[in-house]
């Protein structure tokens, strides 16, 4: 069965530094997201992506990110300037494009600030 | 601000009984409704969709919507050990984000 992978599971940088968080959603999907879950807190959106730019983002979603689909299978995550408060469980998620059709998750990425 | 609210729990059932999960969403205009369950340290896992009144049944899963009272339910029958986990209510409205609930953990005691 198809699964949205992502890379790495864990990383773990110092502030200040910049993190690139990779995602590959599953093939035939169209819509493609980001979610983060800061440890004992809820999942929060942060950006959609669809034909190759935003469709919707949140407040979360500040300068600091940024979001690309480089090729036809990846799709990135970028925090250029990475705060204590950004570490969390970061989450890509992908869904066809009928509007009810389920996101599927990746197992995410444990990033650590220090 | 469009909000999905849950009881944190832990809500505890005996193996083999009835849980019941509820969620209620203040967004009239939401339209689908999911409910995912997550693994501590793990990503959220798709139990059920459902997108208009009444129940919908998967195996010893049910959901339930209520559009008017803005209410969505999971029950998860013959509960056991394995079911016990944080289950995240998610709603999407016009847009196409999911806005989740904190969740609520379930334990199925033996």
């Known amino acids: 069965e198809p699964e949205v992978t992502q890379t790495p599971s864990h990383q773990v940088t110092q502030m200040g530094q910049e993190v690139i968080l990779r995602c590959v959603p599953i093939?035939?999907?169209?819509?493609f997201y980001w979610y983060r879950q800061i440890l004992g807190q809820k999942v929060e959106f942060l950006v959609s992506?669809?034909?190759?730019?935003?469709?919707?983002k949140s407040e979360i979603f500040d300068d600091q990110f940024s979001v690309e689909r480089p090729d036809g299978s990846n799709f990135t995550l970028k925090i250029r300037s990475t705060k204590l408060e950004d570490s969390a469980m970061y989450f890509c998620?992908?869904?066809?494009?009928?509007?009810?059709?389920?996101?599927?998750f990746g197992p995410g990425t444990r990033l650590l600030v220090l | 601000q469009k909000e999905v609210e849950q009881n944190s729990g832990p809500l505890s059932v005996p193996e083999g009984a009835i849980a019941s999960l509820n969620c209620t969403y203040s967004?009239?205009?939401?339209?689908?409704f999911f409910w995912y369950r997550q693994y501590s340290g793990k990503s959220p896992e798709l139990i059920m969709s459902?997108?208009?009144?009444g129940d919908k049944e998967d195996g010893r899963f049910t959901a339930q919507l209520n559009k008017a009272s803005q209410y969505v339910s999971l029950l998860i029958r013959d509960s056991q050990p394995s079911d016990s986990a944080t289950y995240l209510c998610?709603?999407?409205?016009?847009?196409?984000?999911?806005?989740f609930g904190t969740g609520t953990q379930l334990k199925v005691e033996l």
């Open positions: 998620a992908s869904r066809i494009n009928r509007p009810q059709e389920t996101q599927y």
């Open positions: 093939s035939n999907h169209l819509y």
């Open positions: 992506f669809y034909n190759n730019e935003i469709s919707e």
């Open positions: 967004d009239r205009g939401s339209q689908s």
């Open positions: 459902i997108y208009s009144n």
């Open positions: 998610a709603v999407t409205g016009g847009g196409n984000k999911l806005t």
